[in-house]
């Protein structure tokens, strides 16, 4: 059975900093590319980062450069994502899942993503 499980959440103030984890089991975790969306109330989905499985290389939207830092340590099944400078509209639902690889066309996340944590809460507020 495959479980990936996000933690790391919780409520910050602006300019406050989190780093996310996503821990994994029932599969070979350094097979996989990871990547982190979110989802705010009332607001589609949206891909935040992706690492890749063969030399961890990073993907992040041009508005979220600079703030976001993935990185993976797969001795440990676990992909992490740091948010630094928190806004209040980072809040969302924080979500990672799996793909064969980080694929991002004109701003589209194509994955396929198959497997996916329930999700951990960021909530940025003063």
């Known amino acids: 059975q495959v479980q990936l499980v996000e933690s790391g959440g919780g409520l910050v103030q602006p300019g406050g900093s989190l780093r996310l984890s996503c821990a994994a089991s029932?599969?070979?975790?350094?097979?996989?590319?990871i990547g982190w969306f979110r989802q705010a109330p009332g607001k589609e989905r949206e891909g935040v980062s992706c690492?890749?499985?063969?030399?961890?290389?990073?993907y992040y939207p041009d508005s979220l450069k600079g703030r976001f830092t993935i990185s993976r340590n797969n001795a440990k099944d676990t992909v992490y994502l740091q948010i630094d400078s928190l806004k209040p509209d980072d809040t969302a639902v924080y979500y990672c899942?799996?793909?064969?690889?980080?694929?991002?066309?004109?701003?589209?996340?194509?994955?396929?993503?198959?497997?996916w944590g329930q999700g951990t809460q960021v909530t940025v507020s003063s």
């Open positions: 899942a799996t793909s064969p690889a980080c694929t991002i066309i004109r701003g589209r996340w194509n994955g396929p993503y198959t497997y």
């Open positions: 029932g599969i070979t975790w350094s097979a996989y590319s």
């Open positions: 690492i890749t499985n063969a030399d961890s290389s990073a």
